[in-house]
């Protein structure tokens, strides 16, 4: 079957499921996990047509879309190509429209094949996220990647978003010797064998992905090459702990798009609280679900006169943790050895173990959002 969006008349013999909008398409894509091909009418507008098929190239990868326009320019051909739209074809050439169809239904067929062994290994996506600087990120972010790996069971790893800025080489003391800079070369074709020549280890079952180092190197970055990295290391990790900066870049919201756990981290300060809660507006608009958001309290036994219930009503979400405040921290930094391997009984590490076992280890997937819906208009292409 396939699902025509927005598209007038169909050329095709076989029966096809049109649908009003790519809200709709979304929808009956969910309720067929085996449908494999989606036609974009003309009226549909090209910005959100590129959106939603930047959204199923990770969500469902072996969907084809294909882009029915009146007019088709180099231009547009670029940036469809680039979104992942297989092919593009011009309104009322129905031949070129059928054709179309047969070849992107053969490549999703060959696409699922090839998935099937890595979709046995559904690693989960935890973004570690605060919208102030300096609240913990990073610190929560190692810590909690050496607690979810301490059994010995799980394989996980750190991947360092904070592009521009990226300090978690520098927190555990690795030379980055690789980083995600040299990703670029296989963007578009990255396998587990490029994704694995990217890691550098640190402990059994712990890696790390570190943020470039060169000066200009962050921006090179695109934003869809983070949802395709995620996408491989999904089937290598049982989790990916990704490490973000204090600000929703497209780098971070492609991170959140995919992730199975959003932390939100906050210290009990005013201006930490205020941006937390723009933050977690910004995240109810973007359609994010609570289901899978955990707001933590890092250093809430510091003596600044916000109890964690004043932090609660400000915030208005429940803490899922709170971490004290050490020197220990700072210490353990100094040395480049996580607190939670270097002194796992210290009540730092204690409560980002336990937030790790009750809220990651134990939990079920839950059932993933679908972000794109409410989108638009929110800046992002
Ligand atoms: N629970 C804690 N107790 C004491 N110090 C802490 C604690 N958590 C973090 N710190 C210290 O706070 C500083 C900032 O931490 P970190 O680098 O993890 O923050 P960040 O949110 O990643 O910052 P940035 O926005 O710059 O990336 C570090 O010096 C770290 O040692
Ligand atoms: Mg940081």
Redesign the pocket.
């Given at each position: 079957m396939t699902i025509l969006c927005q598209l007038a008349t169909w050329p095709g013999e076989t029966t096809a499921s049109p649908v009003d909008d790519l809200v709709a398409a979304l929808r009956a894509l969910d309720d067929d996990l085996t449908e494999d091909l989606v036609v974009v009418g003309p009226d549909a507008a090209t910005d959100d047509a590129l959106r939603f098929t930047a959204h199923l190239r990770i969500d469902r990868p072996t969907v084809g879309v294909i882009l029915v326009r009146r007019h088709v320019d180099v231009e547009l051909l670029t940036e469809a190509l680039r979104a992942g739209v297989r092919e593009v074809v011009t309104a009322g050439d129905d031949a070129a429209l059928l054709a179309a169809c047969d070849r992107s239904r053969a490549l999703s067929g060959h696409a699922r094949a090839i998935d099937e062994p890595a979709a046995t290994h559904h690693g989960k996506v935890v973004t570690v996220f605060a919208a102030k600087g300096g609240c913990g990120?990073?610190t929560f972010a190692i810590n909690l990647a050496a607690a979810l790996a301490a059994g010995g069971d799980q394989r996980v790893c750190v991947l360092d978003l904070?592009l521009a800025f990226g300090?978690v080489a520098i927190n555990v003391q690795l030379e980055p010797v690789r980083t995600i800079s040299d990703a670029l070369p296989m963007a578009g074709h990255l396998d587990m064998t490029g994704a694995a020549s990217l890691l550098t280890p640190y402990r059994p079952g712990l890696d790390m992905l570190l943020a470039p180092v060169a000066p200009g190197d962050a921006e090179k970055i695109p934003a869809a090459l983070v949802g395709e990295l995620l996408a491989v290391l999904r089937g290598m990790f049982d989790f990916i702990v990704v490490?973000t900066p204090a600000q929703f870049s497209e780098h971070v919201l492609t991170a959140m798009d995919v992730s199975d756990h959003h932390v939100l981290l906050t210290t009990p300060d005013t201006p930490a609280l205020k941006n937390m809660r723009i933050a977690l507006d910004m995240l109810d608009l973007l359609s994010y679900s609570r289901d899978i958001r955990s707001v933590v309290l890092n250093r809430s036994d510091s003596k600044v006169g916000l109890s964690s219930s004043d932090v609660e009503r400000v915030v208005r979400s429940p803490i899922s943790a709170q971490v004290p405040s050490s020197r220990n921290v700072p210490i353990s930094i100094n040395k480049g050895t996580p607190i939670v391997i270097a002194t796992p009984t210290h009540p730092v590490s204690q409560a980002i173990s336990r937030f790790a076992r009750e809220r990651l280890l134990s939990q079920p997937a839950p059932a993933r959002h679908k972000p794109f819906a409410v989108r638009r208009g929110a800046g992002r292409r």
């Open positions: 990120k990073t904070d300090d490490d």
